[in-house]
Protein backbone atom coordinates (compact mmCIF):
# COMPACT_ATOMS: atom_id res chain seq x y z
CA UNK A 1 0.00 0.00 0.00
CA UNK A 2 1.81 3.18 -0.54
CA UNK A 3 1.07 6.29 1.07
CA UNK A 4 1.17 8.72 -2.53
CA UNK A 5 -1.86 6.40 -3.78
CA UNK A 6 -4.21 6.97 -1.08
CA UNK A 7 -5.88 10.74 0.47
CA UNK A 8 -5.89 11.17 3.94
CA UNK A 9 -9.47 9.81 4.65
CA UNK A 10 -7.62 6.58 3.42
CA UNK A 11 -5.09 6.90 5.75
CA UNK A 12 -7.42 7.39 8.54
CA UNK A 13 -9.67 4.21 7.49
CA UNK A 14 -6.24 2.12 7.41
CA UNK A 15 -5.46 3.35 10.92
CA UNK A 16 -8.57 1.81 12.31
CA UNK A 17 -7.14 -1.63 11.68
CA UNK A 18 -3.57 -1.25 11.40
CA UNK A 19 -0.76 1.03 13.17
CA UNK A 20 2.00 -0.42 11.29
CA UNK A 21 4.21 2.04 8.70
CA UNK A 22 7.15 1.39 6.53
CA UNK A 23 9.89 4.35 6.11
CA UNK A 24 12.35 3.78 3.38
CA UNK A 25 15.66 5.47 4.18
CA UNK A 26 18.44 5.81 1.07
CA UNK A 27 20.51 7.82 -0.39
CA UNK A 28 22.11 9.94 -3.65
CA UNK A 29 25.90 9.18 -4.45
CA UNK A 30 27.64 7.55 -6.61
CA UNK A 31 27.69 4.18 -7.34
CA UNK A 32 30.22 3.43 -9.79
CA UNK A 33 28.28 2.34 -13.13
CA UNK A 34 24.97 1.39 -10.82
CA UNK A 35 21.92 4.42 -10.92
CA UNK A 36 23.16 7.05 -8.06
CA UNK A 37 19.78 6.33 -5.79
CA UNK A 38 21.04 3.02 -5.86
CA UNK A 39 20.86 2.93 -1.97
CA UNK A 40 17.26 4.03 -2.22
CA UNK A 41 15.68 1.97 -5.04
CA UNK A 42 17.13 -1.31 -3.44
CA UNK A 43 15.31 -1.09 -0.28
CA UNK A 44 12.36 0.29 -2.00
CA UNK A 45 11.85 -2.17 -4.81
CA UNK A 46 12.08 -4.69 -1.76
CA UNK A 47 9.70 -3.15 0.85
CA UNK A 48 7.14 -2.18 -1.84
CA UNK A 49 6.75 -5.90 -2.64
CA UNK A 50 6.59 -7.03 0.58
CA UNK A 51 3.98 -4.36 1.64
CA UNK A 52 1.76 -5.17 -1.25
CA UNK A 53 2.40 -8.87 -0.11
CA UNK A 54 1.03 -7.90 3.43
CA UNK A 55 -1.12 -4.77 2.83
CA UNK A 56 0.91 -2.66 4.78
CA UNK A 57 1.70 1.20 4.12
CA UNK A 58 4.90 2.33 2.56
CA UNK A 59 5.84 5.62 2.97
CA UNK A 60 7.60 7.72 -0.07
CA UNK A 61 11.55 7.28 0.51
CA UNK A 62 13.66 9.71 1.87
CA UNK A 63 16.68 9.85 -1.24
CA UNK A 64 18.76 11.99 0.80
CA UNK A 65 21.08 10.73 3.43
CA UNK A 66 24.65 11.10 4.68
CA UNK A 67 27.09 10.99 2.11
CA UNK A 68 29.65 13.35 2.69
CA UNK A 69 32.83 11.08 1.69
CA UNK A 70 31.40 10.88 -1.50
CA UNK A 71 30.55 14.22 -2.26
CA UNK A 72 33.41 15.22 -4.78
CA UNK A 73 31.85 12.26 -7.23
CA UNK A 74 29.50 14.54 -9.18
CA UNK A 75 25.71 13.94 -8.89
CA UNK A 76 26.03 12.90 -4.86
CA UNK A 77 23.94 14.95 -2.51
CA UNK A 78 24.32 14.79 1.14
CA UNK A 79 22.83 15.95 4.22
CA UNK A 80 24.39 16.64 7.07
CA UNK A 81 24.78 14.35 10.19
CA UNK A 82 22.25 16.08 12.82
CA UNK A 83 20.13 17.79 9.99
CA UNK A 84 19.49 14.34 8.97
CA UNK A 85 18.82 13.20 11.98
CA UNK A 86 16.49 15.89 12.94
CA UNK A 87 14.63 15.56 9.45
CA UNK A 88 14.48 11.62 10.77
CA UNK A 89 12.82 12.87 13.75
CA UNK A 90 10.08 14.95 12.29
CA UNK A 91 8.73 12.55 10.59
CA UNK A 92 8.03 10.19 12.78
CA UNK A 93 7.10 12.72 15.05
CA UNK A 94 3.74 13.43 12.34
CA UNK A 95 3.49 10.03 12.02
CA UNK A 96 3.20 9.18 16.07
CA UNK A 97 0.35 12.58 15.70
CA UNK A 98 -1.86 10.74 12.74
CA UNK A 99 -1.81 7.66 15.23
CA UNK A 100 1.02 5.15 14.11
CA UNK A 101 2.71 2.94 16.84
CA UNK A 102 4.34 0.35 14.30
CA UNK A 103 7.40 1.74 12.64
CA UNK A 104 9.76 -0.02 10.34
CA UNK A 105 12.78 2.18 9.17
CA UNK A 106 14.43 -0.02 6.20
CA UNK A 107 17.09 1.16 5.28
CA UNK A 108 19.22 0.75 2.32
CA UNK A 109 22.48 3.30 2.91
CA UNK A 110 25.22 2.65 5.67
CA UNK A 111 25.49 6.21 6.26
CA UNK A 112 22.48 6.43 7.79
CA UNK A 113 22.69 3.71 10.81
CA UNK A 114 22.89 6.89 13.16
CA UNK A 115 18.96 7.50 12.73
CA UNK A 116 18.06 4.39 14.52
CA UNK A 117 19.25 6.24 17.97
CA UNK A 118 17.72 9.35 16.57
CA UNK A 119 14.22 7.73 16.63
CA UNK A 120 14.48 5.55 19.61
CA UNK A 121 15.12 9.25 21.32
CA UNK A 122 11.85 10.43 19.84
CA UNK A 123 9.77 7.53 20.95
CA UNK A 124 11.40 7.29 24.56
CA UNK A 125 8.40 8.72 25.96
CA UNK A 126 5.79 6.55 24.06
CA UNK A 127 5.45 2.88 25.83
CA UNK A 128 2.68 1.44 23.59
CA UNK A 129 5.01 2.26 20.08
CA UNK A 130 8.22 -0.15 18.47
CA UNK A 131 10.64 1.22 16.67
CA UNK A 132 12.54 -1.96 13.93
CA UNK A 133 15.65 -0.60 12.09
CA UNK A 134 17.18 -3.27 9.45
CA UNK A 135 19.21 -2.54 6.92
CA UNK A 136 18.55 -5.08 3.68
CA UNK A 137 21.77 -6.25 3.30
CA UNK A 138 21.72 -7.25 7.09
CA UNK A 139 18.91 -9.09 7.05
CA UNK A 140 20.34 -12.87 8.76
CA UNK A 141 19.60 -15.22 5.39
CA UNK A 142 20.44 -12.28 3.04
CA UNK A 143 23.46 -11.66 4.62
CA UNK A 144 24.40 -15.49 4.14
CA UNK A 145 23.34 -15.08 0.43
CA UNK A 146 26.08 -12.62 -0.12
CA UNK A 147 28.68 -14.09 1.83
CA UNK A 148 28.08 -17.58 0.11
CA UNK A 149 28.48 -15.30 -3.39
CA UNK A 150 31.48 -13.48 -2.43
CA UNK A 151 30.13 -10.60 -0.22
CA UNK A 152 28.69 -7.22 -0.66
CA UNK A 153 31.03 -4.53 -1.35
CA UNK A 154 29.94 -0.76 -2.51
CA UNK A 155 28.48 -0.32 -6.01
CA UNK A 156 29.49 -4.29 -6.46
CA UNK A 157 27.07 -6.96 -8.12
CA UNK A 158 25.54 -7.09 -4.85
CA UNK A 159 24.22 -3.67 -5.58
CA UNK A 160 23.32 -4.53 -9.35
CA UNK A 161 19.74 -5.33 -10.08
CA UNK A 162 17.93 -4.62 -13.05
CA UNK A 163 16.64 -1.50 -11.33
CA UNK A 164 19.74 0.31 -10.36
CA UNK A 165 21.20 -0.45 -13.97
CA UNK A 166 21.48 2.83 -15.54
CA UNK A 167 24.22 1.82 -18.42
CA UNK A 168 26.33 -1.31 -19.74
CA UNK A 169 28.63 -2.94 -16.43
CA UNK A 170 31.41 -4.14 -16.98
CA UNK A 171 31.55 -8.18 -16.77
CA UNK A 172 34.12 -10.53 -15.29
CA UNK A 173 36.84 -8.24 -13.40
CA UNK A 174 37.65 -8.50 -10.12
CA UNK A 175 38.55 -5.44 -8.39
CA UNK A 176 40.83 -5.04 -5.52
CA UNK A 177 39.51 -4.43 -1.81
CA UNK A 178 40.93 -0.86 -1.18
CA UNK A 179 40.70 1.54 2.20
CA UNK A 180 38.07 2.00 4.76
CA UNK A 181 35.60 5.48 4.00
CA UNK A 182 36.78 7.27 7.08
CA UNK A 183 38.59 10.17 4.77
CA UNK A 184 38.18 13.16 3.10
CA UNK A 185 35.96 13.16 -0.05
CA UNK A 186 39.09 14.25 -2.48
CA UNK A 187 41.19 11.50 -0.72
CA UNK A 188 37.86 8.86 -1.45
CA UNK A 189 37.70 9.32 -4.48
CA UNK A 190 41.23 8.55 -5.58
CA UNK A 191 41.42 5.80 -3.42
CA UNK A 192 38.33 4.45 -5.44
CA UNK A 193 38.59 6.43 -8.36
CA UNK A 194 35.34 3.99 -10.48
CA UNK A 195 33.42 4.49 -6.78
CA UNK A 196 33.56 0.85 -6.45
CA UNK A 197 35.35 -0.77 -3.17
CA UNK A 198 35.75 -4.46 -4.06
CA UNK A 199 34.27 -7.67 -5.50
CA UNK A 200 33.16 -8.59 -9.12
CA UNK A 201 31.24 -6.42 -10.75
CA UNK A 202 28.18 -8.14 -11.59
CA UNK A 203 27.32 -12.08 -11.19
CA UNK A 204 24.35 -13.76 -13.66
CA UNK A 205 20.78 -11.85 -12.96
CA UNK A 206 19.21 -14.99 -11.78
CA UNK A 207 21.98 -14.89 -8.45
CA UNK A 208 20.38 -11.05 -7.91
CA UNK A 209 16.88 -11.96 -8.66
CA UNK A 210 17.22 -15.20 -6.60
CA UNK A 211 18.70 -12.03 -3.89
CA UNK A 212 16.05 -10.09 -4.10
CA UNK A 213 13.39 -12.82 -2.59
CA UNK A 214 15.26 -13.74 -0.39
CA UNK A 215 15.25 -9.79 0.92
CA UNK A 216 11.47 -10.06 0.25
CA UNK A 217 10.71 -13.14 2.44
CA UNK A 218 12.71 -11.80 5.34
CA UNK A 219 10.95 -8.21 5.01
CA UNK A 220 7.78 -9.73 4.88
CA UNK A 221 8.83 -11.76 8.44
CA UNK A 222 9.74 -8.38 10.10
CA UNK A 223 5.99 -6.70 9.16
CA UNK A 224 4.24 -10.16 10.75
CA UNK A 225 6.44 -9.45 13.40
CA UNK A 226 5.54 -5.93 13.73
CA UNK A 227 1.87 -6.98 14.81
CA UNK A 228 3.01 -9.21 17.80
CA UNK A 229 4.91 -7.35 20.01
Keep these: MLLEKMNWMDVEKYLQNDRRIVFVLGSTEQHGYLSLLTD??????????????ENVLLAPPLSYGYSQWA???PGTLSIG????????QDIIRSALRAGFKRFLLFNGHGGNRGA???????????????VWF???????????????????????WS????????KAVPSGEILEHM?????SPSAHRKDFPLGITGGRYQLPDEITETLFEIA??????????????
Design 40 to 53: TLIPWEIAKKSCEM
Design 71 to 73: TDF
Design 159 to 166: ENFIFTRV
Design 116 to 130: REAVMETIADFADVR
Design 81 to 88: FEAYHHMV
Design 179 to 183: QPYNQ
Design 216 to 229: VEETIGLLRAMNHQ
Design 134 to 156: NSWWELPETASFLTEHGGMDHAN
